[in-house]
């Protein structure tokens, strides 16, 4: 493998860097079905997005519909601090759609790229690695006219050949991208192989000093965030994420998962913008703005995520929250964690849930209750307080 002074240079020093946070909720995260937004909404989230923190927000794709390109410029004009991004294909009518609606933006971006894999150049544009590589840099030359920050993506990076990707790289920095986005879009590749990927671009293309690499990758084999960490652990700086990992299939890679990897692994070396305390608000108004009910055993936002229903499982974090909880709820924004009473819930959850409720009792009153508390556990599969307060009024007028 070929590595140059400059590109190693550029590795090392980037190995404690900030990584940029780039949501594409309101482009890749719309495309799930039955999830369109309408301007309002969408305006709505971005502010939400802009208060989290995000870097960049990638507004739409104006080209695509007229409600697309009107949300842009809503958003446009409605956030001031995140890069507001617009995407388009290796088309110049697109950029000139794309660059119209962000005229508006205080900080622009234009995201334009093409197919980097054989997959794609031969059976998606029916053309040769040669005639797409210079439509990928005719692209990103036409929208240096519009914008001085341009992203580029390599379409099915992950899955093309790799000296011809670090060719296309190396060509598309040389005419102007700023940013380069490695796609792993069908969601193919494994986590060692996606961060070798990063690495040997990062070792072999010249000019990469110039650019920010980015990681966008799909969720089709359960991967994304894994994939998405490796690549910022072998040198990317910029991750592609949308808010409760929603997406294309089966979704883009987690916000809430990458930040919180990181903020939760120090010696990563590695810090996003973003504020941990707005995840779970912001992952619940894009819930319910787009009707998507986030998985209840979702990582970090999920309504089990904090929740504790087994027996050994409630008496160890009793006993010491870190036993069981490697992030404090509060700090994602949700206010505490759950003792859940089923079943398989013991002695010391019963008496800690009673005792919130002001009730005492002794030990052996305590083992007479739990009987009885298993009873109503079988029956109802789930007790709650109410159930509770009744049990102990039957309990003690007995």
Not at 47 to 66: H, Y
Not at 276 to 303: C, D, F, H, W, Y
Not at 313 to 318: E, I, S
Not at 349 to 375: Q, V, W
Request: glycine content about 6%; aromatic content about 6%.
């Amino acid at each position: 493998m070929r590595v140059t002074r400059q590109s190693q240079t550029h590795y090392e020093k980037t190995m404690n860097d900030r990584v940029y946070i780039f949501d594409t909720t309101l482009r890749d995260g719309e495309q799930v079905p039955g999830c369109q937004l309408n301007t309002e909404e969408k305006v709505q989230i971005a502010k939400a997005q802009e208060a989290l923190g995000v870097d960049v927000i990638e507004a739409g794709f104006p080209i695509s519909s007229p409600g697309d390109f009107k949300s842009v410029v809503a958003i446009s004009k409605a956030v001031s601090e995140p890069v507001i991004c617009g995407l388009t294909r290796a088309v110049e009518k697109d950029i000139d759609v794309a660059a119209e609606a962000l005229r508006h933006a205080r900080r622009k971006r234009i995201h334009t790229g093409i197919g980097a894999s054989d997959c794609h150049i031969r059976y998606k544009f029916n053309s040769t690695r040669e005639e797409v590589l210079e439509r990928g840099v005719a692209a990103v030359k036409y929208a240096k006219k519009y914008a001085e920050d341009v992203e580029f993506y390599a379409e099915d990076a992950g899955r093309a050949d790799l000296e011809y990707l670090a060719k296309m790289v190396e060509a598309v920095i040389r005419a102007g991208a700023t940013v380069i986005n490695i796609p792993d879009t069908t969601g193919y590749n494994l986590p060692w192989v996606f961060g070798q990927k990063i690495k040997y671009l990062m070792d072999n293309v010249p000019n990469i000093h110039k650019a920010i690499v980015s990681v966008h990758c799909h969720n089709d084999l359960g991967l994304a965030t894994a994939n998405a960490v490796e690549g910022l652990r072998n040198g990317a700086r910029q991750a592609e994420v949308t808010i409760n990992g929603i997406g294309e299939r089966a979704g883009n890679t987690s916000l809430e998962e990458v930040v919180m990897i990181l903020e939760s692994h120090a010696g990563l070396n590695l810090k996003t913008g973003v504020d941990p305390a707005r995840l779970a608000p912001t992952s619940k108004l894009v819930e319910r703005l787009m009707r998507m009910p986030v998985q209840p055993n979702k990582a970090i936002v999920g309504a089990n995520a904090f929740s504790h229903s087994s027996g050994i499982h409630q008496d160890g974090f009793l006993k010491h929250k870190d036993n069981y909880e490697i992030i404090s709820p509060e700090t994602v924004g949700v206010a505490t964690s759950k003792i859940v009473l089923t079943a398989r819930s013991g002695r010391h959850a019963l008496k800690h849930r009673l005792e919130n409720l002001g009730y005492i009792y002794s030990k052996e009153e305590l083992n007479t209750l739990y009987a009885k508390f298993l009873d109503m556990a079988d029956r109802l599969k789930q007790v709650e307080d109410e159930h509770l307060k009744e049990l102990t009024h039957a309990f003690q007028s007995a």
